[in-house]
C-alpha cells in the first residue's frame, strides 16, 4: 500500500468553480502535512501547511482528519492559473512522503 | 537569496558513464534531499543528508552516491549510467528545525536522458 495515495486525475472545471481534492495517508505517526503545487515541467513548491484545526489561505482550504487519516484540500472560485499538479505530503522520519500528485485543469 | 540551485540543467549520457550533479543552497539549511520523479511514480527519494558530512538511504538508492562536504552543497553520482536511470532529478533543503518535518524548498530540476 502507497503511503500516500491520491486520485491522479485529471479534474476538468470551468473558471469558478468550487473543486476538492482528497489524499490517505497510511502512517499514523506522521506529524505534518502539506499541500505542493506543481507546475508542468517545474518544480514543487509550497501552497500550503495542514493543520489539525484547518486552515484557509484565500481562495485555499485544507482540512486534517487524523481519525480517518485524510486530508482534503478545496479551491474556490477556480482560476486558469490555478491548472497545476497538487502534491498531497505526510511526514516521515527525517523525511516527507509525496503522493503522486492530483492534477487540476482549469477552463475558460 | 538563490535559493537552491541545481547543475546541470539538462544532460544526456550514454550508457555506463558517469556524471555528478550538483545541488547548493545558499538558506543555511541543514538537510538536504534528492528525488527523482518519472511519469506515474512521483516523487521518489534518493539519499538525504541531515548535516554536512552526514547521508541516509532513501527509497531508491540503488546506483547512485552521495556527498554533503559542505554544508551549502549535495553531490548526487551516477558511476555507471543506465536507461533506468532515465528521470528528471530534483534538489530540496529544509531547516531541520523539526527534525526533517518541516517545509522543503526545491531547486528546478536537473533533466537526465540515459541512452
Known amino acids: 500500500r502507497k503511503e500516500v495515495e491520491q486520485d491522479p486525475g485529471p479534474f476538468n472545471v470551468p473558471e469558478g468553480a468550487t473543486v476538492a481534492f482528497n489524499c490517505t495517508y497510511s502512517?499514523?505517526?506522521?506529524?505534518?502535512f502539506f499541500w505542493y503545487r506543481q507546475d508542468c515541467r517545474k518544480e514543487p513548491k509550497l501552497l500550503m501547511s495542514v493543520y489539525s484545526s484547518g486552515n484557509e489561505d484565500g481562495r485555499f482550504t485544507a482540512q486534517l482528519n487524523r481519525a480517518s487519516q485524510y486530508i482534503s484540500l478545496l479551491i474556490r472560485d477556480s482560476k486558469l492559473s490555478d491548472s497545476a499538479t497538487y502534491l498531497c505530503v505526510a511526514t516521515g522520519y527525517s523525511t516527507l512522503t509525496f503522493g503522486k500528485g492530483t492534477m487540476l485543469l482549469v477552463s475558460p | 537569496n538563490a535559493g537552491v540551485t541545481q547543475t546541470p540543467k539538462f544532460r544526456v549520457l550514454k550508457t555506463g558513464q558517469s556524471m555528478t550533479l550538483l545541488c547548493a543552497q545558499d538558506?543555511?539549511?541543514?538537510?538536504m534531499y534528492w528525488y527523482r520523479q518519472d511519469p506515474g511514480m512521483g516523487l521518489r527519494l534518493i539519499h538525504y543528508s541531515v548535516g554536512e558530512g552526514t547521508t541516509a538511504k532513501g527509497e531508491v538508492p540503488d546506483g547512485y552516491n552521495v556527498s554533503r562536504l559542505k554544508k551549502q552543497n549535495f553531490l548526487l553520482g551516477l558511476e555507471s549510467a543506465a536507461p533506468s536511470q532515465t528521470s528528471v532529478y530534483f534538489c530540496?533543503?529544509?531547516?531541520?528545525?523539526?527534525?526533517?518535518?518541516?517545509?522543503?524548498?526545491f531547486g528546478p530540476g536537473t533533466r537526465l536522458l540515459v541512452l
Open positions: 502512517n499514523s505517526a506522521s506529524q505534518s
Open positions: 538558506m543555511n539549511h541543514e538537510y
Open positions: 530540496a533543503s529544509s531547516n531541520g528545525l523539526a527534525g526533517g518535518q518541516e517545509t522543503q524548498y
